[in-house]
């Protein structure tokens, strides 16, 4: 029987412990109970049957609840709801989306797009739609089977996934893992997950995501990452995406991000670097190493620039960002290290950074030179929240938990903001 519990997404979810120490009085003497409350996340097991046999359904647009992702192509704005769908807007006018519709899709949590077809998870399959007509979204392909790692029996065809849920016990067995998580009968491990891609490559015009993505697309193929492995599509034939393989990357990914013919893979434990000349069968440059800490990546000509996060699956992390030169991509080279936050997804566009800093918002530099950047500090906007960035050709989009903003940025020395769509809740 195969099993495996890791799930290749799992929602982003803030560890959160209380202890109160109740007295108990009984006859003889005082005894202490404590009492546990935190959020986790408990296993779902789901029949693949259940969401291959039903409809994917196109509905007229809804408000946002839990904004995942964010994907630009075009005029066009997608922002993914992670396990329930993704959100379709015209960005025409970055003053003013309009919420067109929304796509659903159980399971989903990543998102790429190739002359106008949207590739979508679907839990453990990859899914291809047709955006060219907005009003007229059709699915155009299912890969089967193509992300076995949420299996927990594949010869049953059962997956799993998780669900947030807040905990209260007094169990005497409470026990804790090495990341810090209480434990009982399971050990259930969270990760925070969430590139930029080219505009166009060997003709195929592709979209543009943010810095956390697990998808992305290079010369004519769609790489996806999870946990512990890289697969490779080839997508030459948008319509028709064919898994070619499943390269094994170690423990701990995160990110990818791909420049110029290679790909840049976070991770929790380092920085990976491949060339993709030969797309279909991209081979390992390097891998830059680095405590353990949650790790988005973007690249310049020279520079790789890497956050460092400390979260809950990573919390003996540093909060830093790490400036290495990569003009010899065989020996990925530290320059600088800067003390930062609590830095989440960052965006490149020129001379300039722009860091997602959590609950403390959001801050751009001048990074012309990568020795000063933390005398070169231009803004710190504190009064938002935000987790991932991409500098799009028409705004600066910048999502997290209460929504999604936009900003011009054309002067890149002061940031207006043009609009927010925030969260329904």
Not at 8 to 19: E, N, T, V, Y
Not at 22 to 30: A, K, N, Q, T, Y
Not at 198 to 227: N, W
Not at 251 to 271: D, H, Q, R, V
Request: hydrophobic content about 35%; proline content about 6%.
């Amino acid at each position: 029987m195969k099993t495996n519990l890791h799930p290749r997404f799992i929602l982003g979810a803030q560890l959160m412990l209380s202890f109160m120490l109740v007295m108990v009085l009984p006859s003889c003497e005082d005894q202490i109970e404590t009492t546990y409350t935190y959020q986790t996340q408990v296993p779902v097991f789901i029949e693949v049957n259940s969401f291959r046999e039903a409809d994917i359904i196109i509905e007229p647009g809804i408000p946002l609840d839990q904004p995942g992702k964010i994907y630009i192509y075009g005029d066009y704005l997608f922002i993914s709801e992670p396990g329930k769908g993704i959100h379709l807007l015209d960005n025409t006018d970055p003053k003013n989306p309009q919420n067109l519709n929304f796509i659903n899709i159980p399971g989903t949590g990543d998102m790429a797009i190739n002359e106008s077809i949207l590739y979508a998870d679907n839990y453990v399959d990859l899914l291809a739609f047709d955006i060219s007509n907005p009003e007229n979204i059709q699915l155009v392909k299912r890969e089967k089977d193509v992300f076995p790692n949420l299996y927990s029996n594949e010869e049953t065809g059962t997956i799993v996934t998780y669900k947030d849920t807040l905990i209260t016990s007094t169990e005497s067995n409470m026990r804790w893992n090495s990341w810090g998580f209480p434990t009982f009968r399971t050990d259930i491990m969270t990760l925070e997950s969430a590139a930029f891609s080219s505009k166009s490559d060997g003709g195929q015009s592709y979209g543009q995501g943010g810095s956390m993505a697990r998808f992305t697309l290079l010369g004519g193929h769609l790489y996806t990452v999870d946990e512990y492995s890289m697969r490779v599509f080839n997508v030459e034939s948008p319509m028709d995406p064919q898994y070619l393989s499943d390269i094994n990357l170690g423990w701990g990914i995160e990110t990818i991000f791909p420049f110029k013919g290679n790909l840049f893979i976070g991770s929790m434990t380092g920085m990976h670097i491949y060339d993709a000349s030969n797309p279909a069968e991209p081979r390992e440059l390097a891998v830059y190493s680095h405590i353990t800490s949650c790790d988005p990546v973007v690249v310049n000509d020279d520079y790789a620039f890497v956050t460092l996060r400390s979260a809950a699956i990573c919390r003996n992390g540093a909060n830093e960002l790490h400036v290495l030169d990569i003009k010899d991509l065989n020996v990925p080279t530290l320059i600088q290290s800067y003390p930062m936050d609590n830095p989440h997804g960052l965006g490149l566009s020129g001379d300039y950074l722009y860091l997602a800093e959590g609950e403390q918002g959001l801050k751009s530099f001048n990074v012309a030179d990568v020795k000063e950047i933390s005398n070169n500090l231009i803004e710190h906007l504190k009064n938002y929240i935000f987790t991932d960035i991409i500098p799009g050709p028409k705004s600066l989009i910048v999502i997290g938990p209460d929504g999604v903003c936009q900003f011009d940025y054309s002067n890149p020395e002061k940031l207006e903001e043009l609009s927010c769509i925030n969260v329904a809740n």
